[in-house]
């Protein structure tokens, strides 16, 4: 398989189903954002994440899934797909994971300014683009499975808790505002 297909040659690409669409279509904004999350993600495993390290590859492989629910809007590719499926348990697993980052964290008095170690930063930026995906997402029209969303708020919450618990292990002093 080649990796070009000149396809999107003139600013067009598939949606799962094959619909035609603008490669500016707000479903293609929704779910690049999701790819950028990925990335920057990965960015921050190059990094090094310790102990955590696990789990952010467990939510890629979740972003995966639900950049490929966002694809497609007749939802014909969830019932084929197991592996695109994003379930209930998936954003219990989030909070679990968020409760015992926080167990081993200094409480928080205040707001902290983004930074830190090089993984502790790009954990922040990560949290910035789940929450502009997260506006993306609510606004696609038809709609997409609630709990999606569900699972990328609870997500921009996980990744500023990871993005403390790495900067904490990493003894990088937090910068209160």
Not at 117 to 141: F, N, Q, W
């Amino acid at each position: 398989m080649k990796i070009y297909t000149r396809t999107g040659d003139s600013g067009e690409t598939s949606l799962y189903g094959g619909a035609r669409v603008r490669k500016d279509a707000p479903r293609v904004a929704a779910y690049g954002d999701i790819d950028e999350l990925n990335a920057w993600l990965g960015l921050a495993r190059a990094h090094g994440l310790g102990e955590v390290d696990a789990d952010v590859v467990q939510i890629q492989r979740d972003l995966f899934a639900i950049g490929a629910q966002i694809a497609d809007p007749s939802e014909k590719l969830v019932a084929s797909v197991t592996k695109a499926i994003v379930r209930d348990a998936d954003v219990e697993r989030l909070e679990q994971t968020i409760d015992r980052c926080e167990a081993a964290l200094p409480p928080l008095r205040n707001f902290i300014l983004a930074g830190g170690s090089a993984a502790g930063a790009a954990l922040h930026v990560a949290r910035t683009v789940c929450r502009r995906a997260e506006r993306r997402i609510v606004a696609l029209d038809p709609p997409v499975d609630p709990l999606l969303l569900r699972y990328i708020n609870r997500l921009s919450d996980l990744l500023f808790v990871l993005a403390r618990s790495v900067n904490h292990r990493a003894g990088v002093s937090e910068i209160e505002w």
